[in-house]
């Protein structure tokens, strides 16, 4: 049984400037985006790209997944509340921000991008998904260090006790997203797209992958207390998650058999 060191939000004060470790997690994704970008346009089978094009990538990014982020949380999680307090939308530094919402958002900025470069939707969306998940899985970690979004009750012997929330034993959901949605399909991705694949191909594993990885991660999460469990006893986050598996299949389908 391990007890949650409940760990200052904020990482340091520079004067009356405070940074808070959350912000670092989303500067450190960012890092690791442009790091890895540079690796795939030096070694990457996807000839082409530059990293002029890497850094305007990063930069339409962070809007659609700001944007996106938001607007997601806003429209799938809270509609009632934020219809009834609008002006609550522009509060982000109260939190509320929804993955799918980002992705839906980063799917958009993907396409201005590549209508403004002239490269296909496509392209640009295999070339970045082996970037993402790493910075998926520091965004875990800083809720793990916030100690949010913590997990269901159990009796594992590698359980935390949130103080902060309760004294039950609850899964590190967190922890497990970081290992799933992070590395593990860091890993995935990265080796499959080490070779030449159709055109679609890496995307479509990015959503079969991350999709099956929220999808059982949320088994261990505990719902949002304002959802609950929905129909079947489905979260919010796995109801979202299935169309991603299903996009994901057909897509990867389609890219093998315009292949052929």
């Given at each position: 049984m391990?007890?949650?060191?409940?760990?200052?939000?904020?990482?340091?004060?520079?004067?009356?400037l405070a940074i808070r470790w959350y912000g670092l997690m989303y500067l450190l994704a960012f890092a690791l985006f442009l790091l890895l970008g540079r690796q795939r346009i030096k070694t990457g089978p996807q000839p082409g790209w530059t990293v002029k094009?890497?850094?305007?990538?990063?930069?339409?990014?962070?809007?659609?997944?700001?944007?996106?982020?938001?607007?997601?949380?806003?429209?799938f999680y809270q509609p009632a509340?934020?219809?009834?307090?609008?002006?609550?939308?522009?509060?982000v530094w109260q939190g509320g921000?929804?993955?799918?919402?980002?992705?839906?958002?980063?799917?958009?900025?993907?396409?201005?991008?590549?209508?403004?470069?002239?490269?296909?939707?496509?392209?640009?969306t295999d070339f970045i998904a082996p970037l993402v998940p790493l910075g998926l899985g520091a965004g875990r970690i800083g809720n793990f260090i916030n100690g949010e979004l913590w997990g269901r009750p159990t009796d594992v012997p590698w359980a935390v006790i949130f103080p902060q929330i309760d004294s039950i034993p609850r899964h590190p959901s967190q922890l497990y997203q970081f290992a799933l949605e992070g590395l593990a399909l860091?890993?995935?991705?990265?080796?499959?797209?080490?070779?030449?694949?159709?055109?679609g191909a890496v995307s479509g594993l990015f959503l079969v992958g991350y999709g099956s990885f929220r999808f059982l991660a949320e088994f261990t999460r505990e719902p949002d207390n304002f959802l609950g469990l929905l129909a079947l006893d489905l979260s919010m986050g796995q109801w979202l998650s299935l169309p991603?598996?299903?996009?994901?299949?057909?897509?990867?389908?389609?890219?093998?058999s315009k292949k052929g």
């Open positions: 391990l007890i949650h060191p409940q760990f200052d939000p904020v990482a340091l004060h520079l004067g009356p094009e890497l850094d305007d990538l990063l930069f339409y990014g962070v809007l659609g997944v700001v944007l996106g982020g938001r607007l997601g949380y806003v429209l509340h934020f219809l009834a307090h609008p002006l609550e939308i522009f509060s921000m929804a993955f799918h919402g980002g992705f839906l958002g980063v799917l958009v900025a993907m396409g201005l991008f590549a209508r403004q470069t002239g490269k296909s939707w496509l392209a640009v860091f890993t995935l991705l990265w080796l499959f797209s080490r070779r030449p694949r159709p055109t991603m598996i299903a996009a994901g299949v057909i897509m990867t389908r389609w890219a093998y």
